[in-house]
């Protein structure tokens, strides 16, 4: 008897032990989502062939990865010889140093290059300076009336000299002025002009006298070679 009321329980201990209303569900058995494929890079295009830079100049680079909607799409600079031309971690190339240099652009495995040419722009020639060598005066002497004047006239040699500039001087401006060559007999007196250029001088002599009767002031001039 009672191994038949044990049978006829089995159901009911079978539902009492059934699945808790807490129990977590088992995720392992939810689908997961597809991972996105990736897409590889299939060429790099837009960068220029060459360029050419003077020294200290700078140019900016670009470049684009194919397809668009590459996985990966930052692009890495490198130049094969800094020293002649460096470049940026955004394309931007300065010219260092007189030479050659290849810029690369690189992206999933692939690339492309730049020839860059850095050239020194030729130096201005400057001429060598040519010193003056003579200086040479129309007159070395000559004799004014007070309030005459005279212009003496400065050759100077040789004719390429660099600076040909002629500076004017007077030993007593008291007795004689003068201005870009020009007496000016002030005083009765004596006086020495002096012309120089570079390091070259040359001197006149010029004595001033007092105007006499019968004298007409500031005509007469009396050169003594």
């Known amino acids: 008897m009672k191994k038949y009321l044990f049978l006829l329980c089995l159901p009911l201990l079978a539902l009492a032990c059934g699945k808790p209303e807490n129990q977590v569900p088992d995720t392992d058995s939810e689908p997961k989502p597809e991972p996105e494929a990736v897409v590889p890079v299939e060429a790099i295009t837009g960068l220029a062939a060459s360029a050419e ?9 670009s470049a684009s990865v194919l397809p668009e909607n590459a996985t990966e799409k930052t692009i ?7 020293q002649t031309a460096s470049v940026s971690s955004t394309g931007l190339v300065k010219a260092e140093a007189a030479g050659t240099a290849t810029i690369t652009a690189s992206c999933g495995g692939k690339s492309a290059t730049c ?8 130096e201005p020639i400057i001429d060598p300076e040519v010193p003056v060598s003579a200086i040479t005066l129309d007159v070395t002497s000559l ?33 004689v002025t003068v201005e870009n060559g020009v007496l000016y007999a002030v005083a009765p007196g004596n006086a020495v002009i ?16 007092e105007v006499n009767a019968g004298d007409n002031e500031g005509t007469s001039t009396e050169i003594w070679e």
């Open 53 to 61: 830079l003077n020294v200290g100049e700078t140019l900016q680079l």
């Open 76 to 82: 890495a600079w490198s130049s094969s010889d800094s």
């Open 115 to 122: 020839a860059i040419t850095v050239i020194k722009p030729d």
């Open 143 to 175: 004799t004014l009336l007070k309030g005459a004047t005279y212009t003496l006239t400065a050759s100077v040699a040789p004719d390429d000299a660099t600076d040909k500039t002629v500076s004017w001087s007077s030993s007593d401006p008291a007795v």
């Open 194 to 209: 002096t012309a120089k250029a570079g390091e070259i001088e040359a001197t006149c002599a010029v004595c001033v006298k």
